[in-house]
């Protein structure tokens, strides 16, 4: 295959490639318990996936916007952070997700 696009590296493909991966894996913890950004960036960098704030503020910001998180202020210490839980709507989306995740996934690792 020829590269068109060899000037692009590799965490610009990640990105593209990632990122709907890493809204399901926000959506997922943020269903579970209140999540914070600099937390998640460090359970996203756990998993592999190097993300900079510049990348996960917005992206905190988007799924807010669209109803699938919700945030508050939580004082800790001194500071306020930003809390995000998800909301019903993205729990409906996260379980709609799952079957999706699970088809992908019968064909990536399972072969079928
Ligand atoms: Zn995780």
Redesign the pocket.
Known sequence: MAKTKSDRNDSDVDRDLYSGLIRL?VL??AAEEPIFGLGMAE?LA??GYRISPGTLYPLLHSLEKKGYLRSTQQRNGKSIRTVYRATPMGRRALAAARNKVKELFRELIEGH
Do not use: G, L, M, Q
């Open positions: 894996h997922h913890h359970e756990r998993h």
